[in-house]
């Protein structure tokens, strides 16, 4: 079975330019999740989608970070204009449904670097 | 809401030896599960285990087991018979079982590094 997917693996952008991000769930799962993760930190949670309908945005930066899900299956993360403080690992995770043991599945991540 | 708190510094094991990560956590939800998962250097988080609140026993999984105290609101990860392998990040996690968004929340972390 394949794995979360993410590219790219690695970005740098300069400040106030725009940045994109891709994950491609485990076949099959209905929800997934986009985490921030800063250096020294534990993740934090972005957004979460069931099937292609937003669960949990209460922790996004609407102002400047926008994410969809179209057909519920893939997703693209987008900021728009970056800042020094977005540098992060953006981490993918997805699951096959939303209950409490519902083991998430990572992404190998994307390490963006605003300079 | 919930909170996890992982306090220790970096932790040093010396191969073949067991070592106990410590994660004390806050919620007023009834029912939640607590994880444990692992992230190497090459930055993917890996599952490692999975303890529910109501569960009579503790989690055991290979080497790894959990050490629930409920009452003292505490899920230390054991880990036996340490491995080089084992170095790397490991992070505790909680999610509630009710509500329509039951969003995993992370502790900061803990460094591990075994020693040959």
């Known amino acids: 079975e394949a794995g979360v997917a993410q590219s790219p693996r690695y970005k740098i952008i300069e400040k106030r330019q725009s940045v994109a991000f891709w994950c491609n769930p485990i076949?099959?799962?209905?929800?997934l999740y986009w985490y921030q993760q800063i250096l020294g930190q534990g993740p934090k949670l972005l957004i979460q989608f069931q099937n292609n309908g937003v669960v949990d945005d209460s922790q996004l930066p609407k102002d400047r970070f926008s994410a969809e899900r179209l057909k519920g299956v893939d997703s693209t993360l987008k900021i728009q204009p970056a800042k020094l403080e977005d540098s992060a690992v953006y981490l993918c995770?997805?699951?096959?449904?939303?209950?409490?043991?519902?083991?998430?599945?990572f992404g190998p991540g994307t390490r963006l670097t605003v300079l | 809401a919930q909170k996890i708190t992982q306090t220790q510094p970096g932790m040093f094991v010396q191969e073949k030896e067991a070592v106990t990560l410590d994660c004390t956590y806050d919620t007023s939800d009834p029912s939640y599960g607590l994880f444990w998962y692992k992230q190497p250097s090459s930055g993917e988080m890996i599952f490692l285990i999975y303890q529910g609140s109501y569960d009579q026993q503790n989690a055991t999984e290979g080497r790894y087991s959990l050490n629930f105290q409920k009452a003292r609101k505490s899920a230390n990860l054991v880990i036996s018979a340490s491995q080089l392998g084992d170095s790397a990040m490991y992070f505790c996690?909680?999610?509630?079982?009710?509500?329509?968004?039951?969003?995993?929340?992370f502790g900061k972390g803990i460094t591990l590094s075994v020693r040959p």
């Open positions: 996690a909680m999610r509630p079982e009710t509500g329509a968004n039951s969003k995993l929340t």
């Open positions: 076949s099959g799962h209905a929800t």
């Open positions: 995770a997805s699951t096959p449904g939303r209950g409490a043991y519902n083991e998430q599945f």
